[in-house]
């Protein structure tokens, strides 16, 4: 089994990257950090090519697929478009550069990643696309409007892609964590409710796969707690959310 995935030098990707090959699959790892890479593939039981990539570049993901399929001597069965950025802000200091940068990585990453593998997965009839979106996909979070609404951009890709290609054997699975200890996160220095360890987040990625889920939610509480608040009344979520407005973060920790 082949599988491929982006954003793989650091948090989820690089915790699902060990626990797929930890469950056989021979690995394409791709990030803009070459050298987390190389000590990332040294270090795992099955084979993996570590190949420094920006997901921004539609030209270096098609040629870092193209290599890495020829390298593990076929296409993919897997392909999971993990990298992703995180840039907190308020809408009286919007940045329109820091939601650019949010939505090439998080949406067009990830259709660059779709575009690259998608072809071959459709030709052999078989293998199953995977998006990293997030539980703050399903309603905009104050101070994360950019985040939530890429979120939801890459839930709604993933879910008319889902009906379009599984007539031709391809699955695709849209994950939704909801806060995972990564260094997305460890900028905020509010509570974060129900946080989950990376390794573990990976194993309920992993298992879902395994299981060709359309969809994978976790943990549980926040899960529920999110499609709960999808159908509170406006007014009432505006009114609930607007401390939430206030909220704390190290710039420092920023993530991009």
């Known amino acids: 089994m082949r599988a491929i995935v982006t954003g793989a030098s650091s948090g989820i990707g690089l915790a699902l990257a060990r ?4 469950r056989g699959y021979e690995l394409a790892l791709l990030a803009r950090r070459g050298e987390l ?7 795992l039981p099955a084979k993996a090519v570590p190949i420094a990539c920006d997901v921004t570049d539609l030209a270096a993901v098609r040629e870092a697929v193209s290599r890495a ?45 779709f575009d690259a593998v998608i072809p071959a997965m459709v ?7 995977v998006g990293i979106a997030s539980l703050a996909g399903l309603r905009g979070l104050p101070t994360s409007g ?55 987040a990976a194993r309920v990625i992993a298992n879902g796969i395994e299981r060709g889920k359309r969809v994978v ?20 979520y505006d009114r609930v959310m607007v401390p939430y407005t206030r909220r704390k973060l190290d710039p420092s920790k920023v993530k991009r």
Do not use: C, W
Not at 19 to 22: A, I, R
Not at 37 to 43: D, G, I, K
Not at 77 to 93: E, F, W, Y
């Open 37 to 43: 890479l190389e000590q990332l593939a040294a270090e």
């Open 146 to 200: 950019a985040y939530s609404g890429s979120k939801a951009a890459m839930q709604a890709f993933l879910e008319a892609s889902r009906i379009e290609l599984a007539p031709y054997g391809v699955g695709v699975t849209i994950v939704n964590p909801g806060f995972v200890a990564t260094p997305l996160t460890e900028k905020n220095s509010y509570r974060m409710p129900f946080l989950m360890q990376a390794d573990e």
């Open 19 to 22: 626990e797929l090959s930890g």
């Open 217 to 236: 939610e976790f943990p549980l509480p926040m899960s529920l707690l999110m499609r709960l608040v999808r159908h509170v009344p406006d007014a009432l």
């Open 123 to 129: 030709a052999e009839k078989k293998g199953r696309f």
């Open 69 to 113: 399929s020829g390298e593990l001597g076929g296409a993919f069965d897997l392909a999971v478009a993990n990298a992703g950025v995180s840039i907190p802000g308020h809408a009286t200091k919007f940045k329109i550069e820091d939601a650019e940068q949010t939505i090439r990585v998080n949406v067009l990453g990830m259709m660059y990643l």
